[in-house]
């Protein structure tokens, strides 16, 4: 499996970015695209710090669950669902079969670390 360096710069800021930007419209959608980018209400949710976590379990090699629980726990106020804030009280980091689709949001960091679908399968 080749995996990209852990000395190239990570391509994450658009994710961030767009939830930055994006956050102070997540329950409160907006139909124009003339709106301010960046404002006073913009803040970074689970969605940034979970993407973080998946990009530092890649680059780290640690695994995907203690990365996303030890920064689901450092940052623990920013807009988790409730069944993954029970996970992230639990001592087991195991699956909690989740059907939300907030993982397919968090997973850029795969898209970036690994050259082929083969190898991303096999992670």
């Known amino acids: 499996m080749e995996k ?3 000395s190239q710069p990570i391509v994450l800021l658009g994710a961030i970015a ?3 930007i994006g956050s102070r419209y997540e329950w409160h959608p907006v139909k124009t695209t003339d709106f301010e980018l960046l404002h006073d209400d913009c803040f970074f949710t689970d969605d940034t710090v979970l993407t973080i976590a998946v990009a530092s379990a890649l680059l780290q090699g640690g695994t995907f ?6 920064l689901g726990n450092r940052y623990p106020d920013r807009g988790y669902g409730n069944n993954f804030m029970r996970w992230l009280s639990g001592s087991k980091k195991e699956p909690y079969h989740s059907y939300g689709n907030g993982s397919a949001l968090r997973v850029s960091p795969i898209g970036w670390a690994f050259n082929t679908v083969e190898d991303v399968l096999e992670i």
């Open 65 to 70: 669950a203690e990365e996303i629980w030890d």
């Open 4 to 6: 990209r360096s852990k």
């Open 18 to 20: 767009g939830d930055i």
